[in-house]
């Protein structure tokens, strides 16, 4: 990887959580750089989301890799990411818990919980190759998610009403007490 790419990377990890300090104040938040790749227009806001203790470093580490390439196997920013890699690699960094690098193992070790219990950080799952716990994202509050959705894509937010997640949720579990 570039020095430049690293660069980018360490600028919207910074940026992401300048937003984040500006939002308790009611500030407008920071920008991303003119060099990180512009999000589709259908994203949704991501203003107003707050969070305590693990899920505040987890949505930190979360939002700093918006934008960041999709690769299957992928399991650290400088490769990209796919999505069980993205969930291993922010819990790993933002809370120091270890864990597999394969969704249907991750929900294996993770307890389920109810929709609307979900608080930020937790794990959302989703049936989307015609097998449980086919892919899975981190909840970041407001019924957003983030996830690497596919190859020749990025790491993006979704909601979780989205028609083509809707149909395909599988459920929510936490590895939070």
Not at 12 to 32: M, Y
Not at 99 to 112: D, E, K, S, T, Y
Not at 155 to 175: H, P, Q, S
């Amino acid at each position: 990887m570039t020095s430049r790419r690293l660069a980018a990377i360490f600028v919207a990890a910074l940026a992401a959580a300048l937003a984040l300090a500006l939002a308790a104040c009611s500030s407008t938040p920071a920008r991303k750089p003119a060099t990180a790749k512009a999000r589709p227009a259908t994203s949704p806001a991501l203003s107003g989301l707050t969070a305590d203790g693990a899920g505040r470093e987890i949505l930190m580490y979360t939002l700093g890799l918006l934008d960041l390439d999709y690769r299957f196997g992928g399991g650290n920013p400088e490769a990209g990411l796919d999505c069980s890699g993205m969930v291993s690699y922010i819990y790993q960094n933002a809370v120091g818990v270890r864990l597999p690098h394969n969704a249907a193992q991750i929900a294996g070790v993770a307890r389920p919980i109810e929709a609307r219990r979900m608080q930020v950080g937790d794990l959302v799952f989703f049936n989307t190759m015609n097998r449980p716990f086919s892919h899975m994202g981190i909840y970041i509050g407001d019924g957003k998610f983030v996830h690497a959705p596919r190859s020749n894509s990025t790491i993006r937010v979704e909601r979780l009403d989205n028609r083509y997640f809707a149909a395909r949720f599988e459920g929510a579990r936490t590895l939070f007490d």
